[in-house]
């Protein structure tokens, strides 16, 4: 069972037979998107429930984006990194950001992406 402590990625934005058959073999835990993976919510909800009925539904999904420049989901609002928010030394300001990410990524959750990735 060693498997389900075990998180991949996969290497596009749909699931070819190749990937399949790995993901059926090999059963990992868990699933990151990067942004090789994502091109529109549609598509990623797509991908996320395909991947769930492959996996099973207590598959962890999870998104590479920490803000600054890493954020994967370029077609939302771009956040500011952790490290720029910590230098600005404005808790109202990370206040707010916080507010904003969990606002604009709220679809996801329609994704079936795992709701610790953004909360």
């Known amino acids: 069972m060693v498997n389900k402590l075990v998180m991949v990625d ?14 059926e073999r090999f059963k990992p835990g ?9 091109e529109s919510l549609e598509q990623t909800r797509d991908l996320v ?3 769930k009925a492959l996996l099973g539904d207590d598959l962890l999904m999870a ?6 420049g890493v954020w994967r ?4 609002p ?3 990194s952790a490290m720029s928010l910590g230098a600005s030394d404005d808790d109202r ?8 990410v969990r606002v604009v990524c709220a679809p996801w959750a329609s994704t079936g992406i795992s709701r610790r990735c953004w909360t």
């Open 30 to 38: 868990g699933i990151i998107l990067f942004r090789k993976n994502i």
């Open 73 to 76: 989901m370029n077609f939302l």
């Open 63 to 68: 998104i590479d984006a920490e803000g600054g």
């Open 49 to 51: 429930l395909e991947l």
């Open 93 to 100: 300001l990370a206040w707010d950001v916080g507010a904003m």
């Open 10 to 23: 996969i290497p596009g934005a749909t699931l070819d037979a190749d990937t399949r058959a790995h993901l």
């Open 78 to 80: 771009h956040a500011p």
